[in-house]
């Protein structure tokens, strides 16, 4: 079989190899892993390039699609480079297409290779290892990276909180008087995630598996506590010292008869 397809300008010639370039008009909010940058990506800043594979192998027919994607920052312009390998189908006219994009069988993150964002080294470095250990591993495996996100978690309620038991659990539940209570829950799902990494089961033969999707929700939750706690705790400082070094000046020029 002999495959010819045509994409804004590109021919791609394989056997059994058809290639599409998805260069649409889109725009999607995007935060950059190298400037840490907030941002919107358009067509300018965005390639999409999709290869399907058709070698009857034991997913069917399978879709390579990789993603490139430039930070519009000018001080930046950092790019990312992420593949991912789907399940794909082709009609009775020979098109091919992607059966669900968002259940993919594997994803890469080629450049950069963590998607691990950087904090502040006011942030015990204990804390932001375990974080940056539990980023690396996500998709090589989920089960660990969630054990690490549920060290990272004792360690921050630990250090920030000041709460040391000898189970994570008490010290959750310690924990539940002084934050939201949507914010508990989701930390004690992160201490359930991980246990499962953590903790043998009672029988042996039973296996939970944790998925990537699942190993980087417990991640985000880390990213957010991090900058809930941490971050704003030390903002908020800094301004209020800010505030109080300027009361200290106007005193000073008040006694000095300025």
Not at 34 to 39: K, L, W
Not at 60 to 66: E, H
Not at 157 to 185: A, H, T
Not at 245 to 254: F, M, N, R, V, Y
């Amino acid at each position: 079989m002999l495959v010819y397809v045509v994409r804004v300008g590109i021919v791609q010639r394989s056997y059994e190899i058809s290639t599409e370039v998805n260069n649409n008009s889109m725009s999607f909010p995007f935060s950059c892993p190298f400037c840490q940058r907030d941002t919107t990506i358009t067509k300018s800043n965005y390639f999409d390039i999709i290869q399907y594979i058709d070698k009857d192998s034991k997913d069917g027919i399978l879709a390579l699609r990789t993603v490139l994607t430039t930070c519009p920052n000018p001080k930046c312009k950092e790019y990312t480079i992420m593949t991912f390998l789907l399940k794909a189908q082709r009609d009775a006219f020979g098109k091919y297409s992607i059966v669900n994009e968002e259940n993919y069988l594997e994803k890469w993150h080629l450049r950069p290779l963590s998607l691990a964002k950087k904090f502040p080294n006011y942030i015990p470095k204990q804390i932001i290892q375990d974080y940056n250990e539990a980023c690396a591993i996500i998709n090589l495996s989920p089960k660990a990276s969630a054990t690490l996100s549920r060290r990272c978690l004792q360690g921050m309620i630990r250090d920030f909180w000041k709460i040391s038991k000898g189970r994570l659990i008490d010290e959750i539940i310690e924990l539940e008087s002084k934050i939201d209570p949507i914010s508990w829950k989701a930390i004690d799902a992160v201490r359930k995630v991980g246990n499962i990494g953590a903790h043998m089961e009672k029988d042996i033969n039973q296996i939970i598996d944790v998925e990537p999707k699942e190993a980087e929700l417990l991640v985000q939750l880390i990213e957010i506590l991090l900058r809930g706690w941490y971050i704003s705790k030390h903002e908020q400082e800094m301004r209020l010292n800010s505030i109080i070094q300027i009361a200290d000046q106007k005193e000073s020029e008040k006694k000095n008869g300025k």
